[in-house]
């Protein structure tokens, strides 16, 4: 059965600073990995997409990758900004119904 | 935005009563989710589809049955409400299956508290 832990649970930093969350995976035999930004009382967005052939997606400020072998995601947020501070999830596909294992997500906050 | 309602967008019920989430999309998207998220154990999936009329379980299904009838309806029913199923409801939507994945939405939840 898939775990996926994120750590750290909860994260503040201050504005500006570039900032790395993590996502880990215990079955490599993944289809896809996503990131996802949750708003208190809302809905997730996904943010991005890896592929299992692929190692890392980018988007605007947002980088993730993804190593299969060692089980990680990271997701690389630069120049972190007050409008950031959410919950970030990520969560892995393990088949091909597209049936996602998420983690219990990093509750970034990121002060002015 | 993708095109998902989630309704009722909050609920207070007793315990024992039944209940119907309904989840509606306007992206004719193939596949659709039903989730719940619960302090301590994040999202996990309840029901899915994958088609009309065709439909089967995820991690937590006990207690709850659904039904596709049209490709942009997805209803989740608790047939007796306990206080454990007292939870936020999302639903999702993904285009199609595949090797590659593809985007999932979600929508905007259901409150749900049984009491």
């Known amino acids: 059965k898939q775990e996926v832990t994120q750590i750290p649970a909860a994260l503040s930093v201050p504005e500006g600073e570039n900032l790395v969350l993590n996502c880990s995976f215990t079955d490599s035999a993944i289809y896809n990995l996503q990131w996802f930004r949750q708003d208190p009382g809302k809905g997730l967005t996904s943010l991005l997409l890896i592929q299992s052939s692929q190692r890392e997606q980018t988007s605007g400020r947002l980088n993730a990758s993804l190593d299969k072998s060692s089980g990680r995601s990271t997701l690389y947020i630069a120049a972190s900004q007050p409008g950031d501070s959410a919950t970030y999830l990520c969560?892995?596909?393990?088949?091909?119904?597209?049936?996602?294992?998420f983690g219990g997500g990093t509750r970034l906050m990121v002060k002015p | 935005d993708a095109g998902i309602t989630q309704s009722p967008r909050h609920k207070v019920t007793e315990t024992g009563t039944p209940v119907t989430l309904r989840c509606h999309q306007t992206?004719?998207?193939?596949?659709m989710y039903w989730y719940r998220q619960d302090p301590g154990h994040g999202l996990r999936l309840i029901h899915y589809?994958?088609?009309?009329?065709?439909?089967d379980k995820g991690e937590v299904s006990d207690g709850y049955s659904v039904s596709r009838s049209k490709t942009e309806d997805f209803l989740l029913t608790l047939e007796s409400a306990t206080s454990s199923q007292t939870s936020v409801y999302f639903c999702?939507?993904?285009?199609?299956?595949?090797?590659?994945?593809?985007?999932?939405?979600f929508g905007e939840g259901s409150w749900l508290t049984v009491v």
């Open positions: 969560a892995a596909s393990t088949n091909a119904g597209n049936m996602l294992t």
């Open positions: 589809s994958y088609g009309v009329k065709d439909t």
């Open positions: 999702a939507i993904s285009e199609n299956r595949g090797l590659a994945g593809n985007t999932i939405y």
């Open positions: 992206e004719n998207h193939r596949y």
